[in-house]
């Protein structure tokens, strides 16, 4: 592909500036988890479930990378709280291992652990999970540094 072939699919976003900066703030978590739904949740422990939507799939008609990034996100955020941890925090890494396609319409359940929440640091691992056979599909890891309260 040659440079500007490239340069073109980066800024073809489509919209003019004007129409997607008038979109509500904290519009892309409501995006991806709209329709998720929590099926447990006890401390260090979520499992979530979703049926796929169409607007969450890639030009290949699977589920987007960047959806199941932010998931690990997310997800992987409110696993930490559920042990007391602060709600405020940065992550500091998040990697996300793709094992096989989930596709439109397909339930799947996303399911979070924590590893290690300390004062300063915690690490969870998320596994989504293909409801229909229990295959995972991909497995993702978040370390987040949590705010630590001053002392002051």
């Known amino acids: 592909m040659d440079l500007e072939s490239v340069k073109k699919y980066l800024e073809k976003g489509g919209e003019p500036a004007s129409a997607i900066d008038g979109l509500p703030s904290k519009f892309f978590e409501p995006l991806i988890m709209n329709g998720l739904r929590v099926d447990l949740i006890q401390p260090g422990r979520i499992i979530c479930s979703m049926k796929i939507p169409p607007r969450l799939l890639n030009s290949g008609k699977t589920l987007h990378g960047g959806v199941t990034a932010t998931l690990v996100d997310l997800v992987g955020s409110a696993v930490i709280h559920t ?22 319409d397909e339930e799947v359940e996303i399911e979070a652990r924590t590893l290690r929440v300390g004062k300063a640091v915690g690490v969870v691992s998320v596994e989504f999970r293909k409801k229909s056979t229990g295959k995972i599909f991909a497995q993702g890891r978040h370390t987040k540094y949590l705010a630590v309260a001053s002392k002051m």
């Open 83 to 104: 042990v007391g941890a602060p709600s405020v925090g940065v992550s500091v890494e998040i990697n996300v291992s793709y094992l096989d396609a989930a596709y439109a």
